[in-house]
């Protein structure tokens, strides 16, 4: 996985036909799919439950870009080792979700995986400045965490800040939630580089007519290209 920042599209599997993990996470990687992002919650830090550690084992037997697991669990270390075991190539955990995610973010790391710290809307830029030389990634909520299909939080300030900060250090922009192509140019333009979408890339399409999620993860891409002039 090496370090760049053009504008990658990572499809929320969280949007995908449950019974037909495996053929989703094929279908949006021949539409395009750079990553494929794999949200987990538990009932608990999010008022909604996905998936723990054998689900995103059989996930990753599919895919062939990069698993990017988003745990929005709490508590999180308990479970990064199983995460990482599961094949996690990036693990992203929550800043609100324990009182030391300094140390959960090198466990992460210690486990072999690339570290992502994951801020809230309503969780200032500062919150990550201490953790930005353990970090692979910063993911910018700019929904509330929980579902899909959301409406958008405009969080360009935020995005704009964090970019500042990273400087020229090796760490990803990742926004996530409400990502589509009338929100993806001004992301863009404030310095992020992933781009979550869940509901704009699944919509229309399906397994047996997954054209419509390459149309759908193209019109992102362009708009935020577009953006970079
Ligand atoms: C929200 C999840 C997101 C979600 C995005 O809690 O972390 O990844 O699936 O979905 P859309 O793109 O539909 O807002
Ligand atoms: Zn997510």
Redesign the pocket.
Known sequence: MDFDRSIKIAP?I??ADFADFGREIRAVEDQGADWV?V?V?DGHF?PNITFGPPAVAAFRKHVRTVMDV?L?IAPVDPYIDAFARAGADIITAHVEAGPHIHRTLQAIRGAGAKAGVALNPGTPAESVEHLLDLADLVCV?T?N??????KFIDMTDKVRRLHAMIGDRPVHIEI????DPTTAPGLARAGADVL??????FRGGSVSNSAPYGENIAAIRAAAQAALG
């Open positions: 929320s969280l949007s992002h949200d919650m999010v988003h929005m909520m929904v965490p929980g579902f899909g299909g959301q996530d939630g409400g990502v979550v979408a869940g509901s704009a890339v």
